[in-house]
């Protein structure tokens, strides 16, 4: 029984001491590159249109790992994918973020982050490889899919609230943000809003949630909410700020079935 006891004993006590380890491990090495592929379906058994969403790259030159992104949106078939702002964080990254992503076979719309206007990308550059896929990039306009059937409406970060930008009759409307909060002030209801931003905080501790969030976030920090216009979700993104860290907070792919 003594021997058990010691057994126990040291059990825990190495337990104890390897968590911050792997804890650390998981944070560096695992979780920062691990892309979660979470599904949310908006109408029942009958979806009309899947749609993908996803955000804030910040490309820093890892090509292997965005064109790993690209492949596992290719491989979902979305009719059209939404991307949230922050493409990069230098302008010398655009021309290899611009490449990776007109691989994407699926028509792709976008709107600017802070990080895109803080980087002084040509915004024309961008637009115009966002229109070679069959999409667009979005600023304070909107867009129609092909099929006549989602208006996918895109406001920059600019100001102090959205444009007033009204949804359209005859299909489904798509709002694309990057600033969680200013989803509050979005004047028209809308079938989805999506944002980006607040990289989830990229560490969540259980029971807590995150430790430090990006300004103009709030209380919209990762997930599905509501605001008065109507549902918003916050993807936690596919990059990093300031360090490579993500603790129980994976980067994400977002697929709608609306």
Request: one cysteine or more; hydrophobic letters at 40%; charged letters at 20%.
């Amino acid at each position: 029984m003594r021997t058990n006891k010691i057994n126990r004993r040291r059990f825990f006590f190495l337990s104890v001491l390897a968590t911050p380890a792997l804890v650390c491990a998981d944070a560096n090495w695992l979780e920062p590159q691990w892309v979660k592929i979470r599904s949310i379906k908006l109408a029942g058994n009958n979806p009309a249109h899947r749609i993908v969403h996803f955000t804030d790259i910040h490309h820093k030159g890892d090509r292997p790992y965005l064109e790993s992104v690209v492949e596992k949106i290719n491989r979902l078939s979305p009719d059209a994918v939404c991307f949230t702002g922050d493409l990069i964080e230098e302008a010398r990254f655009v021309p290899e973020t611009l490449e990776i992503l007109q691989k994407i076979k699926s028509p792709l719309y976008g709107v600017p982050g802070n990080h895109d206007y803080w980087s002084h990308a040509k915004f024309e550059v961008i637009g115009k490889a966002f229109a070679a896929t069959g999409g667009a990039w979005l600023m304070d306009s909107q867009v129609t899919t092909a099929d006549g059937k989602v208006h996918i409406t895109g406001v920059t970060c600019l100001r102090g609230k959205p444009a007033p930008l009204a949804p359209k009759a005859n299909g489904k409307n798509i709002m694309l943000l990057h600033y969680p909060l200013m989803a509050e002030r979005v004047a028209h209801p809308f079938d989805l809003l999506l944002a980006g931003h607040s990289h989830g905080g990229q560490v969540r501790m259980p029971f807590y949630g995150a430790f430090i969030l990006p300004y103009w976030v709030g209380k919209y920090d990762m997930g599905m909410f509501r605001v008065p216009a109507g549902r918003l979700y916050v993807n936690p993104g596919i990059g990093w700020l300031a360090t490579p860290i993500r603790f129980n907070c994976r980067p994400e792919i977002t697929v709608f079935e609306i």
